[in-house]
C-alpha cells in the first residue's frame, strides 16, 4: 500500500491520508490499518507500511450498515434485563426501539406470542433502495397460520403494505416484496427452539434469502416495498395480530445488498455470538426411549391453550394425557399456587424395578418445608410408595428411592423464579441426579421404587398435602437410563426452549 503525500486546504496530512485509507474501504486506528482482513502498522511521515501484523480476527460490520440491535448489549451501559428501549448501536436511532410487553433473556428479548411487540421507531426496508436485513432468532412456537418475526404493515389486514419475515407453521419465509400480494417464499424448514440466522437482500429488483450463510432462494420482483410504516418485531407490522413466540437475539439493517462474502462473515460472527451452532441434536430432544414428553409451549399438541384441563402427551403414548386440577397456564408453563393445585399424570413415570430418566424443567415462587413438585405416593401420609423430586426451604431434593425409607438426597440450591432443568436417571441400583446438565449426586439404592400409583405433578402424589408454589415448563420421562452426552443435549434444547 502506498499513498501520494499531498497538502490539501480541506485536511492537514494525517486527515487527508485517513481520508484515502477509508476511501478505499479499509480501517485506520492510529497507525494501524486493517484491509482485507489483514493488518498493518504504517509510518504516517512517509507514508508506507512499515510492518505487517497479520491475519486480523477482528470482525469489521461493513460501512452500509445503519442499525444493530444486540440482545447482549442492549443498553449503552452493557445487559440490563428491565429495558424498555432496545439501544441501536450505530447511534443513529436515537431513541431506540421501543419494548411492548416482550421480556429481557441474557441475550435476546423473548416474545410470549400473545401480545408481545417491539417498534423499531424506524423503517428498516425503504421503499425502493437496495438493503440487507439479518436476524437471529428461535421460534418456540409452530402456528397453524403466519407468525411475524419482523414486518413493515400499516394498521389494516387487508391492506396493501405487508412485507415481513415471517413463520408458517415449521416453515420460515418471506412474504411480498412490493407488497401488492400475499406471495410467501418458504425457504428453511425449522426445529423449535433451534437458533437461526436470517438474511434478506435486495438488490434493485432481486430478492435473496439466505438462512445461516447459505443462499436459500432468490426471485425478481418489479416495483417498490411499501415502507410508509416503521418496522416492527413480534407482530404484523401496526396490525394488532399474528403474533410471533420466540426469541430475537440480534436485527441489523443495511443500506446496500451485502455479498456472499460479507453475508457468509456476518454468520460467522453471530454463530461465534450466538452459538448458533451450539450441539443440541439440531435442537431436538433425545428421541430413544421417550414414554411421555408434557411441554408447556405446546400444551395441547396444536399449539398453546390458555384454558385447556388436559395435558398433552406429544409421545401420544397416553392418549388421554394428564389432568390438570386447579393449576393454570402460563405462556410456556403450568402454574401452581402451592395451596390446592395438583395433576394426575394417569400413567406411571418411575417404574418399580426397570432403569428411567425423569427430566423436568421448573422453578420455584415459594421456599416451603417438604412440598413436591413431582412424586408416586399413595393416599396414606405413612405409607409405602413415596418417590418424589421435592422442594425444601431453598433445596431442591429427591425423596426415596425405594420408598420404604426417609431419605433426602439433596442436589442443589434454588433461587426464587429461578429455571433449572432437573434429571433423575435410574440404571440398576444407581441413582444419579443432574442439575442443567451437570451431575450434582450419586447413591445406591437397592430394591425397586413402588410404583403401583400414577405420577403426580404438584403435590404429595396421591395423598392431599404438601402442595408446590412454583411453575412446570416441561416433564419427559425415558424407559432407559440417558447418558451423559444425552442428559446435555436435552438440557440444552431446554435452555434454549425456556430461557434457563
Sequence with gaps: MQAEKVSN????????????????????????VTANGWKFEIDRSIPEIVKVLGKSEEYVE??????????????????????????????????????????????????DGSNDWVNMNSILMPETEDFTIDIVVSVYKYDSNSAYILAQCNSSANAEGRTGIGTYGNQIGFIGASCTDGNQIKVYEHKLAEKINITVTRKTNKIEIWINGQKKEEYIKEGAIISQFNTVLGRWGMYDGLYFNGVIYSVKAYNEALNAGEIQKSYNQNN?????????????????????????????????????????????????????????????????????????????LMPET??????????????????????????????????????????VQLFGASCTGFEFIKMYETQLTEKI???????????????????????????GI???????????????????????????????????????????????????
Design 272 to 348: 461465534k455470538k450466538f452459538n448458533i451452532e451450539e450441539k443440541a441434536g439440531n435442537g431436538e430432544y433425545v428421541k430413544t426411549g421417550l414414554t411421555a414428553y408434557y411441554d408447556g409451549i405446546e400444551n395441547t399438541g396444536n399449539g398453546h391453550d390458555y384454558n385447556t384441563t388436559i395435558w398433552k402427551d406429544l409421545t401420544g403414548n397416553n392418549e388421554i394425557g394428564a389432568t390438570i386440577n386447579g393449576a393454570t397456564w402460563t405462556s410456556n408453563g403450568l402454574l401452581f399456587d402451592g395451596s390446592n393445585d395438583w395433576v394426575n399424570m394417569n400413567s406411571i
Design 62 to 111: 461493513p460501512k452500509s450498515l445503519i442499525a444493530w440491535y444486540d440482545g447482549i448489549e442492549n443498553t449503552e451501559n452493557g445487559h440490563d434485563y428491565n429495558a424498555t428501549a432496545w439501544r441501536d448501536l450505530t447511534g443513529n436511532n436515537e431513541t431506540g426501539a421501543t419494548i411492548n410487553g416482550a421480556t429481557w433473556t441474557p441475550n435476546g428479548l423473548l416474545f
Design 9 to 32: 486546504d480541506k485536511y492537514n496530512e494525517n486527515e487527508y491520508l485517513t481520508n484515502k485509507i477509508e476511501e478505499n474501504e479499509m480501517a485506520i486506528d492510529g497507525n494501524i
Design 450 to 500: 413402588i410404583s403401583q400409583y400414577n405420577t403426580v405433578l404438584g403435590r404429595w402424589g396421591m395423598y392431599n398435602n404438601y402442595y408446590f408454589n412454583g411453575i412446570i415448563y416441561s416433564v419427559k420421562s425415558y424407559n432407559k437410563t440417558l447418558s451423559t452426552e444425552e442428559i446435555q443435549q436435552n438440557y440444552n434444547v431446554n435452555k434454549l426452549r425456556f430461557n434457563i
Design 421 to 447: 432443568n432437573i434429571t433423575v436417571t435410574r440404571k440398576s441400583d444407581k441413582i444419579e441426579l443432574w442439575v442443567n446438565g451437570q451431575k450434582k449426586a450419586e447413591y445406591i439404592k437397592e430394591g
Design 354 to 395: 426397570e432403569d428411567f430418566t425423569i427430566d423436568v424443567v421448573a422453578s420455584v415462587n415459594k421456599y416451603s418445608n417438604g412440598v413436591y413438585m413431582l412424586a408416586q405416593c399413595n393416599s396414606s401420609a405413612n405409607a409405602g410408595g413415596r418417590t418424589g423430586i421435592r422442594i425444601d426451604s431453598n433445596e
